[in-house]
């Protein structure tokens, strides 16, 4: 492993393709060529309700704002968020997005990820 590493996030692929229409994910782990840290742009498109929704086993993840603004699905909490918001969440988790009129764009952080990942999908259950 190299002592530093730069990417920029806009030119790494779209992990999301076509399974889920409306929004995109790049993650920057790999070239980034870290063992201890995950950083990842995620965008969803204008009044985009994410149904997919995800946990970790031990991830814990941060999520930062960074144009638009929405809600997050956090097990049956909704919470409104606004540009520069900075949401933690602990690995066990449920956690879903839904982008306002602007869309939604966000930096996602994550810690060390276990040998074959530990993300466990969910469905998202939006109270309204």
């Not at 540009?83 to 982008?99: G, H, K, L, S």
């Amino acid at each position: 492993m190299s002592r530093f590493a730069t990417v920029n996030l806009l030119e790494v692929e779209d992990s999301m393709g076509d399974r889920a229409p409306g929004i995109e994910v790049r993650f920057g782990r790999k070239y980034l060529e870290s063992r201890d840290l995950g950083v990842s742009h995620v965008r969803y498109q204008p009044n985009l309700r994410g149904q997919f929704a995800h946990s970790h086993r031990e991830q814990e993840e941060a999520y930062v704002v960074v144009a638009g603004s929405g809600r997050v699905l956090l097990n049956d909490e909704v919470l409104e968020l606004r540009q520069w918001d900075v949401v933690r969440v602990a690995p066990e988790v449920v956690r879903a997005f839904e982008a306002g009129p602007d869309g939604l764009e966000m930096i996602a952080v994550g810690g060390p990820k276990p040998e074959g990942g530990d993300g466990v999908p969910g469905t998202a259950s939006w109270p309204d």
